[in-house]
């Protein structure tokens, strides 16, 4: 069952669309710097003993404020900031759950070259801009009404 009529339909509403893939590269910057300053200050606290385990550390901490921010408003900060949010197939925003399935796509997307490479391309090439998580659930990234 398809629910692509639930989304706003790139060639009838382009201005949902319009300069996503860039904002999504930048808030992933954002985040990026978020989430560095996060482990800086755990670290910090567990008296640099955190940086035994720091690679498990960055990645628990990067999948939690994933999950967390796109749970609460379907948006992480990066992507609040400049002004886009991800909705679901049914064009509604994020619930924890696919929120939690987005960030394991994600996740695990970024811990192989192959599928990243995919995802960044398919972001580039698709007429929603989505990526391979997106894909897999159907949801898209578009620019915030309002």
């Known amino acids: 069952m398809s629910f692509d009529h639930a989304l706003p339909d790139p060639d009838r509403h382009a201005a949902f669309y319009d300069g996503v893939v860039p904002k999504r590269a930048l808030a992933w910057v954002v985040d990026t710097i978020f989430v560095t300053l996060i482990v800086a200050v755990v670290t910090l606290f567990t008296a640099f003993t955190a940086l035994f385990f720091l690679p498990l550390l960055w990645l628990t901490v990067g999948f939690v404020y994933r999950w967390v921010t796109l749970s609460g408003r379907s948006a992480t900060w990066g992507m609040r900031l400049l002004g886009i ?59 915030r009404a309002g």
Request: with cysteine.
């Open 85 to 143: 949010e991800f909705l679901d197939r049914t064009g509604m925003r994020f619930d924890a759950g696919t929120a939690f399935a987005h960030t394991l796509g994600y996740t695990l997307s970024m811990a192989f070259v192959l599928p990243q490479v995919i995802s960044v391309g398919l972001m580039c090439l698709s007429q929603r801009g989505q990526g391979l998580s997106d894909m897999l659930l159907g949801s898209v990234a578009i620019n």
